[in-house]
C-alpha cells in the first residue's frame, strides 16, 4: 500500500503530440488537463506538462470526443488522436452568407461528412452524394464526364430542377464535375424554403453550398493522394448471336405461316410441316451482300465496343497558416478511359485559396481560385450503344477488303457501332472555366462586420468534328464535313454585407443585410465546310474545306439586382428564431413585374436545454422546427417578354417545310438573295416571378451524450404561377410559341436520419448511419389550353391530381392462350393465340384508347442510405448501400429483346428464345412473329416493371502508415483498396440489366481501385 501511495505521488513531465485521427493532421489548440496542471496544444499539436504517474490526463476539443490518457513510469512520449464526436452540436454550417452552429439551426440543413467520400473515384463530388443525404435524389450513368442529375426534395417546376450550387460564395448552376472533389472542406445542402430562401430566385429547387479547403494557423502540410483504377463493362444486354438470330427468324415466320427461306440472307432445311415443324439446319450464304465484300460473321457487338479500362486520380496540395495569413495550393488530375472504348475524359484543376490578415486582425483580404481544363472525345456513346443492341450479328465488323462492315439486304439502316466509335475519335472538345472571388472583411467595430466580394465564373468550350466519308453495307456518304464551335458565357458577381453580433446575458442577436448583382451573358459561334481532300483532323481545318460553307452564332444576357436581410435571434440557448427577407430584379421581367419579395420565417425550441428534460439523462440534445419560406424561379428564354422577328435563309426541308425567308424577288439568279422577317416568338410583358412556398416541421434529437443521434422532417411544397412555354395550335400560324404563368404542382413527403456511434473497446469503433425519404408529387392545375400536352386524353382523364412523372397507357392482361379466350374477349386488332391481351377498362366491348389509364406514377415509394464505418487498431473499413425501392420504371428495352415483329429487320434479345408457343405455354413472352398486328409497341404495363434495387455503392479497407513510416515523419500514411457498385440486389421480375439505368445511358460501370493518402 505504502509503495503505491508513494508511485501514485512521484511526478514526471508528459510530453506528446495530439492529432485528428481521420486526416493525422496536428490539432492546436487542445485543452490539456492533469491533475497538477493544465495547457494548450501548440501549432503542431505538441503538449508538454507535469503530472502523477497512475493518473489520468484528459483532452478536449471543440467537436470531438474527449479522450483520457492513463500515465505511466515510462518516459516514451503520448501520441494521442481525437476523433469527431458523432451529431456533434459545436459543428459550424455554412448557411448561405453566413455560418451558425449545428445546435443553432432551424432550417432543413443537412451536413455531408466529406471523409465519407474524399476517396471514391467519380470525378464528380455529386455523384458521390447519391443516397446520402435524405431527400436528394440522384441519377447518374458511368460517363467519364462524370454528369449527373439532382432533385431536392422531387420535382418541382415543369422547368429546369436542378438546384444552386454555391462554390465559396459563387452561385452557379453548372454542378461540381468541374471542380477538384479533393478541394473540398464542407459540403451542406439546404433543403426547405426557409432556409434557402436567402437566395431567392434561384432556391426553388435547393441550395448545395461547398466550402473549399483553406490554409489554417499554425499548421503547415504536403498532402498527396493517388489513386488507380480499373472499371468493368458488367451489364451487357443479352442478345442472340448468328445461329440464334436464325432460330428465331424461322420460329416468328413459321407462326404467321409464311416460307421462312423468303429470306434474303438466311435459308433454312426445314420438313415444311408448318403443324409439326421441324428445323434441321441453317444454311447461311458465303457473302451477306451482292458485292461480295462481307463474310458471314458471328460478331459479338457489346464485346466490339466495351473494354476494361483504367482510371487515375493524383492529387497535391500544400498549405501554410500564420499569424499573417494562410495559403492553400492544390493541383489535382482526373484521367478516365470509360468502358465504352475511345470514350475518355481528362480533367487537370489548379486552386489557390489565400487570406491575409492586416491592422491586428481587423481586416482580412483574400480569394478563391480555381482553374478547370476538361478533354473530351465525342463520340456519340447513345448511337454506339444502341447500335450494338440491334445490329445484326451475321454482319461483320470489317469487309474482307478492310472497309467498314454494314447492313446488308433486309436489315434497317442501323450504323456499324465500331466504324461510329473509329470515324469519330479524332473528334474532341476543349473545356476550360475560371471560377473564384476575391474578398475583404473588415471589422468595423467589434461584432460588426463588412464585407464585400467580386466573382466571375467564366467558361468556354471549343469543340473541332471531322465527319468522314464512309462506306459501310448498304450505307453510303461519300461526303465529308470539318466543323468548328465556340460557346462562351459566364457570370459576373458583386457581393456585399453586413453583419452584427450582439450578446446580452441570454439574448444572441446576428443580423445581416446585404446586396448582391449578378450579369450573366453568353456568346457563340459556329463555321463548318465540306470537300476535304484529306481526311484528317490536322488537315480538316476550315480554310481547307471547298463547299458548303455554313457559320452562324448568337448569344445574350440578363442580369440580377437582389437585396436581403436576415436577423436571427436565440433566448437562453433554448428558443431559435429566424427571419429573411430577400428581394430580386430579373430583366428577364417586363416593367410591371421585374421584382418579386421572398421570405421566410423559422422557430425552433431546444427542449434538451429546458430543466425538466436535463432531468433525463437519456437525453442530450432534443429541437423542434418549424420553417416558412417562399422561394422564386426566373427560368425563361432572356427575351421571353419580347416579341421575335428572324431573317431565315434557309432551312433543311428533309423533315420539316422549309422555313426560309430569303427569295430571289430580282430573278437575278445569283448574288445573295434578300431576305424578308418572320415572327419566331410571341411576347408576353405580363410574365411575373414563378413562386415556391414550402412549409417544414422537423425534429433533431441525440440520446446517450449523441452516441444516438438523428432528424426527421416533414414537408409540404406549393408552386404556383409556373412558366411554360407549350406547343401552339397550327391554326395560330408562325410565332405562336409564348410563355407565360400557368400550372401548379405540390411535392409532400418526409425524410429522416439515424446516426449511432459506438466502441465495443478501446481498439474497435464503429458508426451506422441510415437515411430514408419519401415523397408524393402531384400537379394541382394546368391551363386548359396546354393540358393535351401532359399525359391523358385531356378530357376525363387529366394529368392533375397526378404526378407529373405519370405513364399513360393501356394495362396488359397476360397473353391469350387458349382459342376460347380469343373468342370470348373484348374486340381487339390482331388479337391472337399468344398475343398480349388488353383489359377493356371501360367494359364497352372494345380495346381502343378509351382503355387507357394512369399505370405509373414515375416515382419511387422511398430512397435509402446506409453507412457502416468501422475501425480497429490501423486497419478502418466503409461498406456504403443505397437503394431505390417501390419505383415502376419503363423497360424500353423490350422492344428489342422481347418481339421479333416490332424491329424486325434488327437483332433480338435472348429472350426471344423462351417466347410462348404450344409447347412453352407458361412463358409471358408473346409469341414470336414478323408483323406487329396486335400492336403491341403501344404503351402498357406490359413494359413496366420493379425497378427498385439496392446496390454495395463503395466497400473500403483502408490500414494506416504512420507507424511503419515513422521515421520519415509524415503525419499521415494510409493505403486503401476499395470497389464501386459491387453488386446490385434487384428484383427478379426486371429483365434489363440495371434497374437504375433503365433507358440505355451510359452503362455503370464495377470499379476496382486501389490508392495511397500522404501527409508531411
Known amino acids: ?116 467520400i474524399k476517396d471514391i473515384p467519380q470525378g464528380n463530388a455529386t455523384k458521390a452524394l447519391q443516397g446520402r443525404v435524405p431527400g436528394v435524389y440522384i441519377t447518374t450513368n458511368g460517363s467519364p464526364e462524370g454528369g449527373a442529375t439532382v432533385r431536392i426534395r422531387g420535382i418541382g417546376t415543369l422547368n429546369n430542377n436542378d438546384p444552386l450550387y454555391v462554390i465559396d460564395g459563387v452561385p452557379t448552376t453548372r454542378g461540381l464535375e468541374e471542380i477538384n472533389q479533393a478541394d473540398i472542406e464542407s459540403l451542406q445542402v439546404l433543403k426547405d424554403a426557409s432556409s434557402a430562401t436567402i437566395y431567392g430566385s434561384r432556391a426553388a429547387n435547393g441550395v448545395i453550398i461547398v466550402t473549399t479547403k483553406r490554409g489554417k494557423k499554425g499548421i503547415s502540410r504536403i498532402d498527396v493522394n493517388a489513386s488507380s483504377s480499373l472499371q468493368y463493362y458488367n451489364s451487357k444486354l443479352k442478345v442472340l448471336n448468328t445461329q440464334q438470330h436464325g432460330e428465331a427468324y424461322f420460329k416468328a415466320s413459321v407462326n404467321d405461316g409464311t416460307d421462312p427461306n423468303n429470306n434474303q440472307i438466311y435459308q433454312f432445311d426445314w420438313n415444311k410441316d408448318f403443324n409439326n415443324p421441324v428445323l434441321n439446319k441453317i444454311i447461311l450464304p458465303e457473302f451477306i451482300d451482292g458485292a461480295k465484300t462481307m463474310k458471314p460473321a458471328d460478331t459479338r457487338w457489346f464485346d466490339e465496343i466495351g473494354q476494361t479500362s483504367l482510371l487515375q486520380n493524383y492529387n497535391v496540395s500544400v498549405s501554410n497558416g500564420g499569424e499573417k495569413g494562410n495559403s492553400f495550393l492544390s493541383v489535382g488530375y482526373y484521367d478516365n478511359k470509360g468502358i465504352v472504348k475511345e470514350t475518355h475524359t481528362r480533367k487537370a484543376t489548379i486552386r489557390l485559396n489565400t487570406d491575409y490578415n492586416f491592422f491586428n486582425g481587423r481586416l482580412k483580404i483574400g480569394e478563391n481560385l480555381n482553374v478547370s481544363f476538361i478533354n473530351d472525345r465525342l463520340i456519340d456513346v447513345n448511337s454506339v450503344l444502341f447500335t450494338a443492341l440491334v445490329q445484326n ?68 468550350l471549343y469543340e473541332r468534328t471531322l465527319r468522314k466519308s464512309y462506306v459501310s453495307g448498304f450505307l453510303v456518304d461519300p461526303s465529308n464535313l470539318a466543323a468548328n464551335s465556340q460557346n462562351f458565357d459566364g457570370n459576373l458577381i458583386w457581393q456585399n454585407t453586413l453583419t452584427y453580433d450582439l450578446n446580452l446575458k441570454k439574448h444572441q442577436i446576428n443580423v445581416l443585410a446585404g446586396q448582391e448583382s449578378i450579369h450573366y451573358m453568353n456568346q457563340n459561334f459556329f463555321g463548318s465546310r465540306q470537300g476535304y481532300a484529306l481526311e484528317d483532323i490536322n488537315y480538316a481545318y476550315l480554310d481547307a474545306g471547298s463547299s458548303n460553307i455554313l457559320n452562324g452564332g448568337n448569344g445574350g444576357a440578363y442580369s440580377l439586382l437582389s437585396f436581403f436581410g436576415k436577423v436571427n435571434y436565440t433566448f437562453d440557448n433554448k428558443y431559435l428564431a429566424s427571419v429573411t427577407v430577400r428581394r430580386d430584379g430579373s430583366s428577364r421581367f417586363g416593367a410591371n413585374n421585374r421584382y418579386g419579395t421572398f421570405p421566410s420565417a423559422t422557430v425552433a425550441w431546444r427542449l434538451s436545454q429546458e430543466d425538466f428534460i436535463k432531468k433525463i439523462p437519456a437525453i442530450s440534445d432534443l429541437k423542434l422546427r418549424y420553417g416558412y419560406g417562399r422561394t422564386g424561379n426566373q427560368t425563361i428564354g432572356n427575351y421571353a417578354t419580347n416579341s421575335l422577328y428572324a431573317a431565315i435563309y434557309g432551312t433543311d426541308p428533309t423533315f420539316t417545310a422549309d422555313r426560309g425567308t430569303a427569295y430571289d424577288i430580282t430573278g437575278a ?23 415556391t412556398r414550402e412549409s417544414n416541421f422537423g425534429i433533431d434529437f441525440g440520446l446517450f451524450n449523441q452516441k444516438l443521434s438523428g432528424s426527421v422532417d416533414y414537408f409540404i411544397k406549393k408552386t404556383s404561377d409556373i412558366l411554360i412555354t407549350p406547343g401552339y395550335l397550327a391554326v395560330i400560324g408562325e410565332g405562336g410559341t409564348t410563355t407565360f404563368n400557368g400550372a401548379s404542382m405540390q411535392n409532400k413527403g418526409i425524410e429522416a436520419l439515424l446516426t449511432y456511434d459506438g466502441q465495443i473497446n478501446k481498439d474497435l469503433n464503429f458508426t451506422v448511419s441510415g437515411n430514408i425519404a419519401t415523397f408524393r408529387n402531384k400537379v394541382t392545375y394546368i391551363p386548359s389550353e396546354v393540358i393535351t400536352a401532359y399525359p391523358g386524353n385531356g378530357t376525363t382523364q387529366t394529368i392533375i391530381g397526378h404526378s407529373i412523372n405519370s405513364i399513360y397507357g393501356y394495362v396488359a392482361d397476360g397473353l391469350f392462350t387458349s382459342q376460347d379466350q380469343v373468342n370470348n374477349s373484348a374486340a381487339q386488332p390482331g388479337k391472337g393465340i399468344g ?27 422511398f430512397t435509402y442510405g446506409l453507412n457502416v464505418n468501422l475501425s480497429y487498431k490501423n486497419f478502418d473499413l466503409a461498406l456504403f448501400f443505397q437503394g431505390v425501392q417501390g419505383i415502376k420504371v419503363y423497360n424500353s428495352y423490350k422492344n428489342y429483346t422481347d418481339f421479333t415483329s416490332i424491329w424486325p429487320g434488327t437483332n433480338w434479345g435472348t429472350r426471344t428464345l423462351n417466347a410462348w408457343s404450344p409447347t412453352n405455354t407458361g412463358s409471358t413472352i408473346p409469341a414470336l412473329t414478323l408483323v406487329d398486328r396486335n400492336n403491341e409497341a403501344r404503351t402498357s404495363t406490359y413494359y413496366l416493371e420493379n425497378g427498385s434495387y439496392m446496390k454495395l455503392r463503395n466497400a473500403q ?8 513510416l515513422r521515421k520519415i515523419k509524415v503525419q499521415r500514411a494510409r493505403i486503401y483498396v476499395q470497389a464501386n457498385n459491387l453488386f446490385t440486389v434487384k428484383s427478379k421480375s426486371f429483365t434489363a440489366t440495371d434497374p437504375e439505368n433503365p433507358s440505355g445511358a451510359y452503362p455503370i460501370p464495377t470499379i476496382t481501385s486501389i490508392g495511397l493518402d500522404l501527409s508531411f
Open 1 to 116: 500500500m505504502l509503495c503505491y501511495v508513494a508511485l501514485y505521488g512521484q511526478q514526471k513531465t508528459v510530453t506528446g503530440t495530439v492529432t485528428e485521427k481521420e486526416r493525422g493532421t496536428p490539432l492546436a489548440g487542445v485543452t490539456v488537463k492533469s491533475t497538477t496542471a493544465s495547457t494548450v496544444t501548440d501549432v503542431n499539436g505538441k503538449f508538454s506538462l507535469t503530472a502523477n504517474v497512475n493518473s489520468n490526463i484528459t483532452f478536449s476539443y471543440v467537436g470531438m470526443q474527449p479522450f483520457t490518457y492513463l500515465v505511466k513510469a515510462g518516459n516514451e512520449p503520448a501520441l494521442i488522436a481525437l476523433e469527431y464526436q458523432s451529431g456533434n452540436l459545436d459543428e459550424v454550417v455554412v448557411t448561405g452568407y453566413q455560418s451558425q452552429k449545428k445546435a443553432d439551426l432551424t432550417g432543413a440543413v443537412s451536413v455531408v461528412k466529406m471523409t465519407d
Open 393 to 460: 450479328p451475321i454482319v461483320p465488323v470489317y469487309t474482307v477488303t478492310g472497309g467498314w462492315g454494314g447492313p446488308a439486304a433486309g436489315m434497317t439502316d442501323r450504323q456499324n457501332p465500331v466504324r461510329l466509335i473509329m470515324d469519330n475519335k479524332q473528334n474532341q472538345s476543349y473545356f476550360g472555366r475560371i471560377t473564384g472571388n476575391v474578398f475583404a472583411d473588415l471589422t468595423v467595430i467589434p461584432g460588426l462586420h463588412l464585407k464585400t466580394t467580386y466573382g466571375v465564373d467564366y467558361d468556354g
Open 669 to 691: 439568279g445569283t448574288g445573295t438573295l434578300p431576305s424578308g422577317f418572320v415572327k419566331i416568338q410571341e411576347g408576353n410583358n405580363s410574365l411575373k416571378w414563378e413562386g
Open 835 to 861: 398475343r398480349i391481351r388488353y383489359k377493356d377498362l371501360n367494359g364497352d366491348g372494345v380495346i381502343d384508347n378509351k382503355d387507357m389509364d394512369y399505370i405509373s406514377n414515375g416515382n419511387p415509394n
Open 957 to 964: 479497407v483502408g490500414y494506416n502508415l504512420k507507424d511503419a
